[in-house]
């Protein structure tokens, strides 16, 4: 780890207290973090934090999973996760469409010169390219080991139509592991 760089563990709707500004703030998987107040307050902290020509810079994951060629079919538990999960953080309150709403709520909170970068990402290591089919793979490893935490919450709170016991979110669960095991399936998500 360089020298100047320091990690701290912190409540970011709670008050920045940090002495020094900051020229580099990065966010990363936060969806359904915080609700639109919440969301306010995290960019309009942050943008009172950095020197000025500083950035920020988030990266968010669009959870509703695609198929360019038809093997994702319609009636898979994959091709309805993110209506599904989108429905619960909306009764939540705490939206999981973050990927949609960030430029503009940073923008709101006084950031300009706005960039998006919106990419394609496998799920699973199905891809041709290199490059790709490593991203799939790390992506992949990454939905096996989080789904449970994504879904446990939610499911069990407010899932549709009503709230799922904690033993028919496993069952979901072990259907949709068993789905993403499937070599012949072609999916991704926007990143």
């Known amino acids: 780890m360089p020298p100047n760089c320091v990690f701290e563990v912190d409540d970011v709707l709670r008050e920045w207290t940090w002495r020094e500004p900051f020229d580099f703030i ?52 994959l091709a309805g996760w993110g209506d599904l999960f989108l429905k619960c953080s909306e009764r939540a309150g705490r939206s999981l469409r973050t990927q949609e709403t960030m430029r503009g709520a940073m923008e709101e909170a006084g950031f300009i010169d706005a960039h998006e970068d919106l990419q394609k990402v496998p799920l699973g290591p199905w891809a041709k390219d290199k490059i790709l089919k490593e991203a799939g793979q790390l992506q992949y490893a990454h939905w096996s080991a989080a789904i449970e935490g994504w879904a446990m919450w939610l499911l069990t709170k407010y899932g549709d139509p009503e709230p799922w016991t904690p ?23 926007y990143m």
């Open 26 to 77: 990065h966010l990363r998987m936060m969806y359904g973090s915080f609700d639109p107040e919440g969301w306010n307050l995290v960019y309009k902290q942050a943008y009172d934090a950095l020197i000025p020509g500083g950035w920020i810079e988030q990266v968010e994951m669009d959870i509703r999973v695609r198929s360019d060629d038809g093997t994702l079919k319609p009636d898979s538990l």
């Open 167 to 189: 033993e028919e979110v496993q069952i979901y669960l072990a259907k949709v592991r068993v789905e993403l095991k499937d070599p012949h399936v072609h999916r991704w998500g």
